[in-house]
Nanobody
Framework: VQLQASGGGLVQAGGSLRLSCALSGFRLVDYGIGWFRQAPGKEREGISYIRGSGGSTYYADAVKGRFTISRNNAEATLYLQMNSLKPEDRALYYC??????WGQGTLVTVSS
C-alpha cells in the first residue's frame, strides 16, 4: 500500500490549488480515504473524507464550501480541489487510508 500526495505550492489568498494523491496496492472503491493537514504548531486534523463504497463525502467545517474531494477510480487517484484559500489554510497536507497508511505531506502556503 502506497500513497503519494502532490500539488502543493504557494498561492495568494483567494486562489486555488488542486492536490493529488496517487494510490497503489488497493482499490479506491474498497477503502475510504481522507485528507489531513497539519499547520505549524498545531495538531494534525482531518479535513475531508470519501467513503470507498458509494463515495459519500465529509468535510470539516473549516473547509466546507471551499474544498472538494473527488476520486478517479480508474487512475487510482484522489483529489482535493481547494478554492478561496486563506492564510490559515497554510499547512502540510496528507492523504491517508485509515490511520495506518499515510502519504508524505505536500506543503500549501497561502500569502495574504
Amino acid at each position: 500500500v502506497q500513497l503519494q500526495a502532490s500539488g502543493g505550492g504557494l498561492v495568494q489568498a483567494g486562489g486555488s490549488l488542486r492536490l493529488s494523491c496517487a494510490l497503489s496496492g488497493f482499490r479506491l472503491v474498497d477503502y475510504g480515504i481522507g485528507w489531513f493537514r497539519q499547520a505549524p504548531g498545531k495538531e494534525r486534523e482531518g479535513i475531508s473524507y470519501i467513503r470507498g463504497s458509494g463515495g459519500s463525502t465529509y468535510y470539516a467545517d473549516a473547509v466546507k464550501g471551499r474544498f472538494t474531494i473527488s476520486r478517479n477510480n480508474a487512475e487510482a487517484t484522489l483529489y482535493l480541489q481547494m478554492n478561496s484559500l486563506k492564510p490559515e489554510d497554510r499547512a502540510l497536507y496528507y492523504c491517508a487510508r485509515g490511520y495506518e497508511y499515510w502519504g508524505q505531506g505536500t506543503l500549501v502556503t497561502v500569502s495574504s
